[in-house]
Nanobody, 122 residues
Framework: QVQLVESGGGLVQAGGSLRLSCAAS????????MGWYRQAPGKQRESVAT???????NYLDSVKGRFTISRDNAKNTVNLQMNSLNSEDTAVYYC????????????????WGQGTQVTVSS
């Protein structure tokens, strides 16, 4: 089993910054793609930013140039630096990881964190 623990959410004024962190622990042989997703009230969950094990990144168009995703493969962590926040960024942010626990089977399992609230006040 693998656990993802997020931290760093909170309340910030428009134009401010927050840094989200997610640490994976448990039965981990390797982690493939890690990412941050968000879900605002009444909306579907959407992908904000993803990063592969080789540090290839992908961003939601509306956050390009404002958010930066990074990871530390040795520590099994992924971070999301969020700058120039606006009210549209208000949501619960979730960390996701694609994990290989058993090199023998090579099966990739998907895990989610519990979510952390980000609220941007205008």
């Amino acid at each position: 089993q693998v656990q993802l623990v997020e931290s760093g959410g909170g309340l910030v004024q428009a134009g401010g910054s927050l840094r989200l962190s997610c640490a994976a622990s448990g039965s981990i042989f390797s982690i493939k793609t890690m990412g941050w997703y968000r879900q605002a009230p009444g909306k579907q969950r959407e992908s904000v930013a993803t990063i592969t094990s080789s540090n290839s990144t992908n961003y939601l168009d509306s956050v390009k140039g404002r958010f930066t995703i990074s990871r530390d493969n040795a520590k099994n962590t992924v971070n999301l630096q969020m700058n120039s926040l606006n009210s549209e960024d208000t949501a619960v942010y979730y960390c996701k990881a694609l994990v290989v626990s058993d090199i023998g089977s090579g099966i990739v399992w998907q895990y989610w964190g519990q979510g952390t609230q980000v609220t941007v006040s205008s």
